[in-house]
């Protein structure tokens, strides 16, 4: 079973906004930027995470599966894809898997690939950020530690990141609700993103966009690799750290993704 959610314009164009690591359906941008840019917007919970069943031992490109069956669902045969951060090389399986329908794709705050050939993954990084991606790689006993202190983080309104009251209550609600099955969302996606994540990078065909923040953890270099790769690719830079601020360049990504029309 897979949960999703439809926000803004109904009749609108249409794409997926997948959410990160952890996250849930109920991630997405407060106000009427949906509407007021003509956008129809999918989100959905990852197994494990929410009202959807898990899967232990799925894999980034699962994803594909997951947003073709809701687009079956909704009546949806083309739309643009856009991932946040755990949920960027989400973004890019379905790019790779589904390129008869998704028409643009777009990655904001996302890293590389752990195995890029040609990219030192931890240099430049923050030593938070590395020590989010050396949790995965020391497997599921460290990372249900971890998830006690994401979900003390939660409870506690969301401690250190600098918000307007809009977007707290939003993300306190998302990942709160990320936290109804336990820790096995987060467990799962976690163990993904460090294993292979079963699709090539340049297979992806549709025009994509690369978003990177200058104050992340996550340093260029990820995204010079990615656009490097990319058939069709070119990286924004914005300021902000992970979590922004950013809403006014990401409502234009998002836009430019929902606009994109079929493939040619």
């Not at 509407?35 to 919970?45: A, M, P, Q």
């Amino acid at each position: 079973m897979l949960a999703f959610c439809r926000w803004g314009a109904p009749d609108g164009a249409p794409l997926f906004l997948l959410h990160g690591t952890p996250g849930s359906r109920l991630l997405r941008h407060v106000g009427d930027g949906y509407h007021r840019n003509g956008l129809c917007v999918y989100t959905y919970d990852r197994p494990g995470y929410g009202l959807s069943a898990r899967q232990p031992g799925r894999r980034v490109v699962d994803a594909a599966v997951d947003v073709r069956a809701i687009a079956e669902a909704v009546g949806v045969d083309v739309f643009g894809v856009v991932g946040v951060s755990g949920g960027a090389a989400a973004a890019l399986g379905c790019a790779a898997l589904l390129p008869g329908q998704v028409t643009r794709c777009a990655t904001v705050v996302g890293a590389a690939p752990i195995n890029a050939e040609g990219l030192d993954f931890a240099a430049g990084m923050s030593d938070e950020s590395r020590r989010d991606w050396t949790l995965g790689l020391q497997g599921v006993d460290a990372l249900e530690e971890e998830w006690l202190h994401i979900v003390e983080w939660i409870v506690g309104g969301l401690p250190g990141l600098e918000l307007r009251d809009p977007e707290r209550a939003m993300l306190v609600a998302a990942f709160g609700e990320a936290t109804r099955q336990g820790s096995g969302g987060f467990v799962d996606d976690s163990l993904a993103l460090v294993r292979d994540w079963g699709f090539a990078v340049d297979a992806v065909r549709a025009p994509t966009r690369v978003m990177m923040a200058r104050a992340d953890g996550i340093p260029g270099a990820h995204g010079d690799w990615l656009v490097r790769r990319l058939a069709n690719a070119e990286l924004l830079w914005v300021d902000g750290g992970h979590f922004g601020p950013r809403d006014e360049p990401e409502m234009d990504l998002m836009t430019w993704v929902g606009h994109g029309g079929p493939n040619p």
